[in-house]
């Protein structure tokens, strides 16, 4: 009963809690899409002036891009994780049925004929725990994968503010507010992966 209420309070819902979490990550990382957009058309009005900001609205790009396929895998492994948890709850109940018989059973001639079912049971059991575990694992790389982004993001930033300093300012404060959301964005996507990682941890 111990491994039923465990895979029931923890797997099933650390998936659901992950996946609702992952909402506010797309969210953001469609606002850095939507803002290195606007990078870009500035980048095109502002002309020479500004050229070195195109390298930086390209990286903004495919930030976005990849931070939403990264989202889309993890929501299909929240959802793999989901479908496996109940596949070993079920297999759990199968070997406490069978544990019960077993015990309801003793000293009774035929007890013994269904002990190669209730073996074959405990390997499925434990094959499904493998396969859960498996994609546990696979879900805290993903989520890795996206906080290492978010890191390397800071970098960017960084190289950002430098240059929005140097351009036209007539341009400036723009490209200033456009790094400024990027920053933010990026800030909000760690803070929620890092939540993310603790419900896996937990559990």
Do not use: W
């Not at 990286?59 to 299909?76: C, F, K, W």
């Amino acid at each position: 009963m111990a491994v039923d209420f465990e895979l029931r309070t923890t797997f099933f819902i650390t998936a659901v809690a992950v996946s609702a979490r992952l909402s506010a990550v797309l969210k953001e990382a469609k606002n850095i899409s939507l803002e290195a957009m606007n990078a870009k058309a500035l980048v095109a009005r502002a002309g020479e002036n500004v050229r070195t900001f195109k390298p930086i609205t390209d990286y903004m790009v495919e930030l976005a891009s990849d931070t939403i396929n990264l989202v889309e895998d993890i929501n299909r492994e929240a959802l793999l994780i989901s479908r496996s948890s109940l596949t070993a709850l079920r297999g759990s109940e199968a070997v406490n049925h069978f544990n019960r018989a077993k015990i309801k059973s003793e000293g009774a001639l035929y007890a013994h004929t269904y002990d190669h079912a209730y073996h074959e049971a405990e390997k499925d059991l434990q094959q499904f725990q493998l396969e859960l575990i498996k994609n546990t694992r696979r879900l805290h790389e993903l989520l890795e994968e996206i906080e290492s982004r978010m890191l390397a993001a800071n970098v960017v930033t960084s190289t950002s503010r430098l240059e929005a300093a140097t351009v036209s300012t007539i341009y400036r404060a723009n490209f200033e507010a456009i790094v400024g959301k990027f920053e933010n964005a990026a800030k909000n996507i760690r803070s929620t992966v890092q939540e993310c990682r603790k419900v896996l941890n937990v559990r």
